[in-house]
């Protein structure tokens, strides 16, 4: 019975340092990771490289988002930043759905003639894959009327006329 005993004890201290390890081996993911993962994956299918994550642009796109949450109008900062938004319901407006979303666009972007197809937007999709913008800053704020508000802003900014985004 002592020898059960010692076994069930010499195992649960096993499996207690199991679980510790574990969850060291893998860190929390970053907050602000599937905004940059989305931005990626769009970005690698046209063959262009990385946008990394920068905290001054962060710092910038979330005081503008703050400052809608009474509101919650789609109107752009007119900083110094290339800029997408995007409204969303509750949890369904995660920082991945919202680059998703403007990733739509792509088929709408025809790169031999460097334009939208007539009638339609795709100013969002460029700015995702926009080769020059090598950092981005994003964040969501709740408003007041339920709807979350979401912006990343670009460093630096895409979208110049007559420039193709790749």
């Known amino acids: 019975m002592g020898i059960i005993k ?3 004890r010499i195992s649960s201290i096993v499996l207690i340092l199991s679980t510790t390890y574990v969850s060291q081996a893998r860190p929390a ?3 602000h990771q599937d905004f940059i993962d989305e931005h990626n994956k769009a970005r690698a299918e046209v063959g262009v490289g990385p946008i990394k994550w920068n905290e ?3 710092a910038y796109a979330q005081k503008y988002a703050d400052s809608k949450i009474e509101t919650c109008e ?3 900062s007119q900083g110094p930043y290339g800029e997408n938004l995007a409204e ?13 979303f403007w990733v739509t666009e792509k088929p709408d972007y025809d790169y031999d003639s460097n334009s939208c197809t007539a009638g339609k937007v795709c100013g969002h999709y460029t700015q995702v894959v926009w080769r020059n913008s090598t950092r981005v800053g994003c964040a969501r704020a709740k ?3 339920g709807m979350i508000f979401v912006i990343c802003s670009y460093d630096p900014p895409g979208n110049w006329i007559g420039e193709r985004p790749y």
């Not at 319901?89 to 759905?97: N, Y």
């Open 56 to 58: 001054t642009v962060a």
């Open 29 to 31: 993911k970053e907050p």
């Open 74 to 76: 789609m109107v752009h």
């Open 6 to 8: 010692l076994f069930l």
């Open 143 to 145: 408003c007041k009327n």
């Open 88 to 100: 969303g319901w509750g949890s369904e407006m995660t920082g991945g759905q919202a680059v998703k």
